[in-house]
């Protein structure tokens, strides 16, 4: 094996100084805080695993937890079949196209918090347009007040608010496909369903595992637009975790419960993440075989 | 100076043992590098991927063993809730276990 110089490292420290400062000595006063219960800064007692068990048989956690995971699953279930669908509609050239992506792109240039309140106008029955218009149909729509309705302007909004990241991922990943593949199609007289099937969405694949994960992570970690839309009600009917976690931290001031909570959330993030990470590389070296064999 | 941080010991035991184990794993490292292996895991592994892997796990066992140690007291007729020493010791056997053959 051919000797690395290790000195490359040293040039990183202050990076690991920075990041030390800004994030390690923070997570680690986190992991403190999750053992005692602070009364006051003078005040504190040592309780042990106790926020842990607490936290994790509170029924309210459970409860966004469940939240949490099927809203994500929601997005996913809606937007990446939508994503796709709009980018094959697309077209592909021309200015046609230009505007097109555009037109597209211009609801990720929105602060999470204007999406928020651009759908509390939109839903509302009085003047919003979406509101009114469902009132005029004569269904009994009201955002705030019925959980189901809740969660379908949430939903919406987010579908709304991202099916564009999902599309334009896939737009990229069908320009990528080489027009040969195309031409071998029409050759053997295969349909549109087939084409679809066997070339697109196979050469789709690493686009698609990328938007399937950054729209779970994203998800997961929602906090702005249903907290600007529904402030998690009606009841806690959309509180989902990072709201219910700065409720408990903020609001209650619970340092404790909040800090051994932070832990667990954390703990889900980073097994998502691992996943993630080593999802992505395989789907990159499949890649490579698939262009070895082809 | 780490008064206002309230510093409590245990966690300090957590932290030093968090420190000793990146410093034995370096030292490890290049003493004799890892090589990338297949083991039961789906993944090939590194030795750091699989301390990364078996310190995951033994958190999650941790975390359910907490979540369900209650309703323990009613499955297995104890008197009190089982001890958190006993989820760690599994926890840290997994973690072996992860180590060695994962």
Known sequence: MKPVNQKAWLLILPVVLCVAFSAILPLMTVVNYSVQDIISPERRVFVGTEWFKSVMRDEDLQGALLRQMTFSLAVLLVEIPLGIALALSMPAKGWKSSAVLVLVAISLLIPWNVVGTIWQIFGRVDIGLMGAALAALGFDYSYTGNASDAWFTVLLMDVWHWTPLVALLCFAGLRAIPDAYYQAASIDGASKFAVFRYIQLPKLRGVLMIAVLLRFMDSFMIYTEPFVLTGGGPGNATTFLSQYLTQKAVGQFDLGPAAAFSLIYFLIILLLCFILYNWMQRVGTADKTGAGHG | ?102
Request: charged share 15%.
């Open chain 2, 1 to 102: 100076m780490f008064e206002w941080m309230a510093w409590t010991l245990p966690v300090a035991v957590f932290f030093c043992a968090i420190v000793a184990m990146l410093v034995a794993m370096t030292v490890w490292e290049l003493k004799s590098p890892t090589v990338l292996r297949r083991g039961f895991l789906p993944i090939a592994t590194t030795r750091g991927d699989r301390l990364f892997i078996g310190l995951l796990a033994a958190a999650y066992v941790n975390l359910a063993f907490v979540a369900v140690s209650e309703r323990m007291v009613g499955w297995f007729g104890l008197e009190e809730e089982p001890s958190i020493w006993l989820s760690f010791f599994a926890s840290m056997a997994l973690l072996a276990l992860i180590m060695r053959k994962g």
